[in-house]
Structures are given as structure tokens and as C-alpha cells.
């Protein structure tokens, strides 16, 4: 079983950037494809950010794309979210994601979740 646990979340004012970590424990990166996604109170659970198996192919939910960037580094079974240019609507719980299916971009593609970590943007 694979546990996630993320790290990075704080409070930022608008414009500013935050990175946010994700690490594994019980298997490699290797065997699954990662992702982030976020959800705010009261809202749905939506996709952010996801990347391949080998690292070479991202994918990003049109609200972040080219505000955040992920990135992941197998040999150290750690996935990343570069969060730039923030605004208070990237005011959420950020949860990393791992699925075994070639991406994860919605819940059903999950099969591990980390605990969350909040991230909260000031205006």
C-alpha cells in the first residue's frame, strides 16, 4: 500500500508562488502516475495537475496552466507542484494523488490520496 504525505501549504499573499511536496512510502513513483488536485470549502474535488509515469508528459487543468508546473523525481519518490502567480482562488486543500491508470485527472482515477495540505491565498 502506498501512503502520501504533502508538505508546502501555508498562507501567501496574492502574486506570490508556493512549492508544494509530495512523498511516498511503500512503493516507487514508478508504478503509478501522480497528480495533484484541490478542493475549496463548499466545492467540488478538481483536478490540477498530472504527470506521467516517467515524467516526460504533464497535463494541467486550464484554471493553473502555465501558473503551476509539476514535477517528479522517481529515485527520491517525490512528486512537486510549483505554484505561481497565485490569486485567492487557488485557495484550497491541496491533495496529492496516485492512480495506476495512464492519467489521473478525475477522482475515479485514484487509488491513493495524501492527507491534504491547505493552501491559502490573501488578497
Known amino acids: 500500500q502506498v501512503q502520501l504525505v504533502e508538505s508546502g501549504g501555508g498562507l501567501v499573499q496574492a502574486g506570490g508562488s508556493l512549492r508544494l511536496s509530495c512523498t511516498a512510502s511503500g512503493r516507487t513513483f514508478s508504478t503509478y502516475v501522480m497528480g495533484w488536485f484541490r478542493q475549496a470549502p463548499g466545492k467540488e474535488r478538481e483536478f490540477v495537475a498530472g504527470?506521467?509515469?516517467?515524467?516526460?508528459?504533464?497535463y494541467y487543468a486550464d484554471s493553473v496552466k502555465g501558473r503551476f508546473t509539476i514535477s517528479g523525481v522517481n529515485a527520491k519518490n517525490t512528486v512537486y507542484l510549483q505554484m505561481n502567480s497565485l490569486n485567492p482562488e487557488d485557495t484550497a486543500v491541496y491533495y496529492c494523488a496516485a492512480g495506476i491508470g495512464w492519467v489521473v485527472a478525475q477522482n475515479s482515477d485514484v487509488e491513493y490520496w495524501g492527507q491534504g495540505t491547505q493552501v491559502t491565498v490573501s488578497s
Open positions: 504527470i506521467g509515469r516517467t515524467g516526460s508528459s504533464t
